[in-house]
């Protein structure tokens, strides 16, 4: 019967758990058995104990196989049902995009041609739309760009004018200063005769 006692019981588990491991490994190795032992406690905590040779995956399908129970919930069938409505969804839009491309329409029936028309009517005209969009866009920064090209160009005409100002103020100046140059020479000259005679004439 139970332990009561949770001290002596979990002594007990832990010898026990340690023993039927050691017995699922030796029943592998002497008889090439292929073993899985999962054991969860009273905390939760899992143990297993898988044979080298296999896996659990293979394990459970083999036991499915073997017992035809199972072991799959309803959780995981519908997500299996899920898998195969999408699956399916996947090809019917395969299918689609190839009649949009042009691809195997043979086998369309007058109604279903008719709605592949409309389709492709409203994707041109959501085309041309878009198209239509991208050249007012483009016109807008064209502009832009001319007008942007026309401010610097003046900014560029107004540098100019001021440094050829600026050169002309510069010659200006400098041939003002040659011109004013002579008058402003402090030297004098006097015209003193080389002949000794000149200076018993004068």
């Known amino acids: 019967k139970r332990i009561e006692n949770s001290s002596n019981r979990q002594v007990t588990y832990s010898k026990r758990r340690n023993g039927i ?8 190795v002497l008889c090439d058995a292929k073993v899985s032992l999962i054991i ?3 905390s939760g905590k899992m143990h297993e104990y898988i044979s080298p040779s296999t896996n659990l995956t293979e ?10 129970k199972k072991l799959w919930d309803a ?15 996947n090809d019917s839009m395969q299918i689609e995009l190839r009649h949009l491309k042009g691809e195997d329409i043979s086998s369309l029936n007058y109604k279903e041609l008719m709605v592949l028309e409309d389709a492709l ?7 041309r739309d878009k198209q239509s969009e991208i050249v007012k866009m483009m016109r807008k920064n064209g502009q832009m760009l001319e007008e942007e090209n026309k401010e610097l160009q003046y900014i560029w005409h107004q540098q100019e004018m001021a440094t050829m100002k600026g050169a002309v103020a510069e010659r200006d100046d400098v041939y003002q200063r040659v011109r004013d140059y002579p008058s402003q020479m ?9 002949q000794p005679n000149l200076h018993e004439r004068i």
């Open 121 to 127: 009517e409203n994707g041109l005209a959501s085309l």
């Open 186 to 194: 402090p030297f004098a000259f006097r015209v003193q005769p080389m």
């Open 40 to 42: 969860f406690g009273t």
């Open 75 to 89: 959780k995981h069938e519908n997500l299996s049902n899920e898998i195969d409505r999408v699956k399916k969804e």
């Open 21 to 28: 491991m050691k017995k699922a490994k030796e029943i592998t």
């Open 59 to 68: 394990m459970l399908d083999a036991y499915q196989r073997s017992t035809g």
